[in-house]
């Protein structure tokens, strides 16, 4: 009840709140249009506060079951839309605007409309410029830049974003995650695992899941990463717990 109480009393901005919202933290929430949240929203700030904003003329609409990580920001001055059970990973950035024009710093923007289809998947550090359409079930890679349109059911990466290679960026970046968990000097190769890598241990393994979590907006179990014994087996639980999202969505 304490806990229903105050999480109204933190979206008290928003014109409608659906049932069954979650919140973990205080969001920054500033509202001069209209905020609307879906049943099932999930929004995350801890351990860095996220952001939902819209101007005087902006809309902003999040579906049902969508969740949004932790450092997250949103921003509407004229229209955003995130589709029913999307996932935006921490530290993304949406925006709808550039607030200034491209080589004249002194002159603001044209907004244009944002929308991010129901299932897809944006994972950490992803910006979604203005005038952006990300398709049903497309999933954008961490730390990508995307403008223009992703379709339907694929997969993006890179700055800007283009249609990947199946499966290849996905092991890579896994390795990479590997190497700054356990600040190794080089990438793991495919078949390295818990007796090749320094420090991949019980503890080891538990930093490894929150670090693949946090990358591919996923959520993994520690039976999941009992399973891997090497990189390539990293690579093809991550896929699974893709593919558990999507279908949960």
Do not use: C
């Not at 005087?56 to 229209?79: K, N």
Request: aromatic letters at 2%.
């Amino acid at each position: 009840m304490i806990r229903a109480v105050i999480q109204r009393l933190y979206l008290r901005d928003a014109d409608r709140v659906g049932s069954g919202v979650r919140l973990h933290g205080r969001p920054f929430v500033d509202n001069l249009g209209l905020l609307v949240l879906g049943d099932e929203v999930e929004l995350s700030s801890t351990p860095v506060q996220s952001h939902l904003v819209t101007g005087p003329a902006g809309a902003l609409e999040i579906g049902r079951g969508v969740r949004i990580g932790h450092g997250a920001a949103v921003v509407s001055h004229a229209r955003v839309e995130i589709g029913e059970g999307a996932r935006i990973g921490p530290f993304a950035m949406i925006m709808d605007t550039d607030f200034h024009e491209a080589g004249a710093h002194d002159k603001a923007g044209e907004p244009k409309p944002i929308r991010i289809g129901r299932g897809a998947v944006l994972e950490s550090r992803v910006t979604v410029l203005r005038g952006t359409t990300i398709g049903d079930n497309a999933r954008v890679r961490a730390g990508s830049v995307v403008s223009g349109d992703v379709p339907a059911n694929t997969v993006v990466a890179g700055v800007p974003a283009r249609p990947e290679r199946a499966g290849a960026m996905e092991e890579a970046e896994v390795s990479a995650i590997v190497r700054s968990v356990f600040g190794l000097k080089e990438l793991p190769l495919p078949d390295a695992g818990p007796g090749q890598v320094p420090g991949w241990d019980s503890l080891g393994a538990l930093k490894l899941l929150l670090a693949l979590e946090e990358a591919f907006g996923v959520t993994l179990t520690e039976h999941d990463m009992m399973r891997a014994k090497s990189i390539a087996d990293l690579d093809a639980v991550v896929q699974e717990a893709g593919a558990r999202s999507s279908r949960a969505s």
